[in-house]
């Protein structure tokens, strides 16, 4: 069940959904592993701190910053066949802005996804699409080109192959600093052998970790939310998004009314209880989103009698040229692409999805 959200501002979408994440019909694996390049990961827990068991999801991730790497590096056959093939690679040039910058993102797919400015469109020379997001009777200022890394056909000698590697070097030899994390098909192989490959070709590579913090918000305002007490034909669902946005932001809830700077009212029916704050922010892959979706689910399952809900709220990169899928992320009034699960022991959840203007959405 979904609704669009009334009133929205013009400068996004926004989306609410409800279902069970036993529905044989429930998507949020499929929607989750799909936002590709997520750069933040924050729960609240209401009546309590952020366990070690959901926190501790985060440690793990090994990402790296691949400085100066030449873009043609992504089409070697050697890097195609060892890493492409045989993982889920996740490759995104990083302090690109989209609105103005070639961007680059390498997905899971093994596609290659290059936003590119008119002048490099037309001195590079490879075929690709205006961007949807071109205004109309106006003449297109970015463009888009697809590259099939996996493709048969995809290989040196054969014709495509070589004019893709003709015009990335001969025409036009792009630079860019690249966020990478590779997740290999075989537990076998480790993930920090991309480090390796791109270390061994003469290339700078630091590993990224996982900036976090956590926080315990004291006496604050929080209402008290149950499944059933939702419904598309009002905007209650709104209300609550507004306050976990507010939350997160470290706004003060106190209703007060006299108070100068935030008079705000938190949804009724609230109490006053501490909540529990975590953030995690990086280049954070799709597979520790899902872990730690996983564990908030069986937290709250378990300790229902004082977690009555909880909720997990991911931000993708405002420039990355993907947001979901394949689908094109434009940068105008702003880049958002972020969706929150709001989750009940039961195993019923809410979903907010959240898109910028220029968003082709999910």
């Not at 529905?23 to 949020?28: A, D, E, I, L």
């Not at 899971?108 to 002048?119: A, E, F, Q, R, W």
């Not at 075989?186 to 070709?201: A, G, K, M, T, V």
């Not at 972020?338 to 968003?359: G, I, N």
Request: hydrophobic residues 35%; proline residues 6%; charged residues 20%.
């Amino acid at each position: 069940m979904s609704a669009p959200f009334p009133n929205a501002s013009p400068s996004g979408k926004l989306v609410f959904e409800k279902s069970s994440f036993f529905h044989k019909n429930s998507r949020h694996k499929k929607f989750i592993s799909e936002h590709y390049f997520n750069a933040s990961v924050s729960v609240l827990l209401p009546g309590e701190g952020i366990p070690p068991n959901i926190s501790s999801q985060l440690d793990n991730e090994e990402a790296y910053l691949v400085h100066r790497l030449p873009l043609i590096r992504l089409i070697d056959k050697e890097f195609i066949e060892a890493f492409v093939k045989k993982g889920c690679m996740y490759f995104l040039s990083h302090d690109t802005q989209l609105d103005v910058h070639d961007c680059v993102a390498l997905l899971p797919s093994g596609t290659l996804v290059l936003n590119v400015t008119k002048d490099t469109y037309e001195q590079l020379g490879l075929e690709g699409k205006p961007s949807v997001f071109t205004p109309r009777h106006q003449k297109p200022n970015k463009y888009v080109i697809h590259i099939d890394l996996t493709a048969d056909f995809f290989m040196p000698g054969r014709k495509n192959y070589n004019r893709v590697w003709w015009c990335l070097k001969d025409r036009l030899n792009l630079v860019f600093d690249f966020l990478v994390r590779w997740v290999p098909d075989d537990n076998n192989i480790c993930p920090s052998s991309i480090q390796q490959y791109f270390e061994n070709n003469g290339y700078e590579i630091t590993q990224v970790g996982v900036k976090q913090k956590s926080a315990l918000l004291k006496n604050r305002l929080t209402p008290e939310l149950s499944d059933n007490r939702v419904k598309t034909s009002d905007d209650s669902y709104m209300a609550t998004y507004e306050w976990l946005g507010a939350v997160s932001c470290g706004t003060k809830l106190d209703g007060a009314a006299d108070d100068f700077l935030n008079t705000y009212q938190p949804p009724d029916p609230c109490t006053p209880q501490d909540i529990g704050h975590h953030q995690g922010t990086g280049f954070i892959s799709p597979d520790i989103v899902n872990r730690v979706l996983d564990s908030v689910r069986s937290h709250v399952e378990k300790n229902s009698n004082k977690t009555p809900w909880a909720a997990v709220t991911v931000h993708g990169f405002a420039d990355s040229p993907v947001s979901w899928s394949k689908r094109e992320h434009g940068f105008y009034l702003g880049g958002d692409n972020l969706y929150t699960y709001v989750v009940f022991p039961d195993q019923q959840y809410w979903l907010y999805s959240a898109f910028s203007t220029y968003d082709e959405g999910y």
